[in-house]
């Protein structure tokens, strides 16, 4: 090992929590490291210090402390609160989005295609006492096409 | 060639057509024309038409069989047919290959029209001067070269081309009133059989192609029936400005939707107004009470206008400006 231990290493091999494969080479660091080794040997006198303070027994009764638990989702949050708390959220929620809704998205009437009047217009063309300049009267035709096209 | 029989010519020509056009007037040549629907033929035709800044060219081998039968093929640029309109005289089928889609509806029934010919004929001559423009040759054939000239300003000018030996229209111009070509058809050659296959004008639609009724064949209900078919219209007046008449009207149902299409005519352009208490074509174009140019029809354009909560458009092979002084009629 090359480089310094950090803190965390150090304080685990005080506490002889390491692996035998993670104690080998910090081991033979702290043995050619002064600055190393004062850092150990101030983590010893910490846990000998801490091992010195009295012991107290807690009254008959008391509870342990809970276990930390992971911070909820939403949705176990949602699924576990009560009614009275999320009903009102929900409700406020939903009247967010239909405003916004109603005012970004504003609703137009459907309109009727133009393609199909002006295939009308064509088509009656096709009645006239004169033929359209068109003499193949392929304009109805056509406009047909594009009015299927765009259905 | 000597100098006498140059001069000689010109003039022998002229008395020679004169003759021949002396046993008929422009009118009489026109009308034989419009009157002779069962000539038979087969031949090709290139169509152009300018439609704002766009220009469309289709071409199409037209067969025109007895008893209004006819087939229609258009061309794709590759020669292959991309559409194809059958008629044997009842039923009209379109074809369009690449969507396996065919559309049938009624052929043209001219005899149901509110205008009889011959009233659409004296609108037609009072509205425009009829007159033998010239004389010349289009797919191999002999001419004669009708033109007919609006009697008021801003209306189009048309020009047919009429064949000596059958009496089949070969060519068309029309002409905005800049004197440039709004559309134009030729015959680019035409033959004249005694018969036809009668398998051209007979249609069955291809496997896997879905057959629908297009409903867009017109009704032609007088202003008495349209106001008693239950729509709601405004007033209509019985004609416009430069000679335009209310011929009929009908109901169509576009989109779940009822659409009153109301028709006016001089005898050659037909302007359409579509009324409805729903808007037309884009969703959030605004509808304003002053008449506006909206778009373009093949030749001509679309003014759109909202009154009183109804919805118009107006359309037809006019100038706009021309066209919103007809909307202004209607208001």
Redesign the interface.
Known sequence: MTHHPDSEVLSAFADQELSLEERAPVAAHVASCPPCQDSLAGFQRIKSLAGALPRKTLPEGWSPLPQTRPIPSPWEWLKNARPTVWAPALGFALLLAVTAGWLFFPK???????E???????????????????????????K??SY??SE | MNGGLKKILPIVFLIASAGQLGAQTPEEILKNALESSGVIYRGRMISVTHSGEKTRVSEAVLSSGPNQTFRKEFLAPNGTVERLVVSDGETEWIYIPARRVVWQGNAKKTDSKALTPEEEWALLTKNYKVALAGEGRAAGQEIWTISLSPQGGGKTRRSLGIAKKAPVILTTREYNPDGTIAAQSDFTDIEFPSRLDPALFEFKAPQNTQVKDHGLEPEFLSWKEMKESGLKLGTIPASLPQGFVFESGDVLTVANKDVAHLRFTDGLIVLSLFESQDPFGRARAPWNDEPEKDGNTRTGHTIRWKSHNSYYILMGELPAPVLQTMAHSLK
């Open positions: 137009h009437p459907e309109t009727i295609p133009l199909a009047l002006l295939a009308a217009h064509d088509r009656y063309l096709d009645e006239g006492l004169l033929p359209p300049a068109d003499l193949s009267s392929g304009s109805f035709s056509a047909l096409a299927e096209e």
